[in-house]
């Protein structure tokens, strides 16, 4: 295994401690910028407090920072029949969430070098089921990632044996990619105003099946936000909505497929996206996307599109406005 990013730990601070630590932060600031209160640097502030945030709680609990945007982000939802692969893209970096099953890791490919990119910046991988990470290796064989390949935590006696699985690890052990186990209150900064940050699981150690180990991530760009759940089902849906983490987003890809194992009404309410995407193969075995999601989607008013009947799916945004393209019309 290549090195792992450590887990960020709860501190075991006594509040006033942390307390006076964000006065002292904010009087330095002053002193620092030279401001009166009007001049306080809002900023640096806002950082005081996600820090200490993050001590407290283990992740942000405040609203994500904005950041300017520059250029066009795009979150493009391949079409990868039953399983899922999204491609986010800014003008500095690019990052992969999943690449489908095994037999599809040739079209991934294809679609990323169709578009001139010569390497991807990072891959995330949501969960190690196969319809996700099975043909990541093909993936990482054929294209460099420097930025590293994520994982989230899993709890024991779930770590897989799959071949899949271990298709994935060696490729990244022969060819020395960078490999960090991601957590809640992570970042990853895609640049040109681009934030990832992971919200979930709130707790893996709670996961009772693959499908919840899902790491769970928000992008921000500007004013749009985009929500990507991969296979979580309600249990983890219910904790992120607990946590407090802030889940309103403008789109959003359904979990598990559009399942009606995920996307409580609960958590709707909570991200209330405009858009949203469904990633499934046409007549798939599982019956997905199930119709209570739909029903849901559409007594909501989202505007949803499923890879099984438009094909490739391109967000596009420019920190302001989202539009929407799809392969077939
Ligand atoms: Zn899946």
Known sequence: MAKRRRRKQNSNLPKWVLSAFAAAAVVLSVITFGGDMIGIDTSFVQECMNFIDRILYGGPTSPAPTLPASGELKVYVIDVGQGESILITTEENSLLID???NDKGDEVLDFIKQLGLTELDYVLATHPDSDHIGGMDTVLENIDVPGGVFFG?????????????????????????????????????LGSGAVLTV?????????????????????DFGESSFLFNGDQEEDMEEMLVQSGADLDCDVMTMGHHGSSTSSSQEYLDAVTPEYASISCGRGNQYGHPHDETIEKLEAMGVEYYRTDLDGNITFTSDGETISVRTEKP
């Open 99 to 101: 690449a489908g099953e």
């Open 153 to 189: 935590e899993m709890p024991d006696d779930l770590i897989p044996t799959t071949k899949t699985y271990e298709d994935v690890l060696d490729v990244i052990e022969e060819k020395n990619i960078p490999l960090f186990t991601a957590a809640a209150g992570d970042t990853i900064d």
């Open 199 to 219: 919200l979930g699981p709130v707790d893996p150690q709670a996961a009772d099946n693959k499908n919840n180990t899902s790491l769970v991530t928000r992008l």
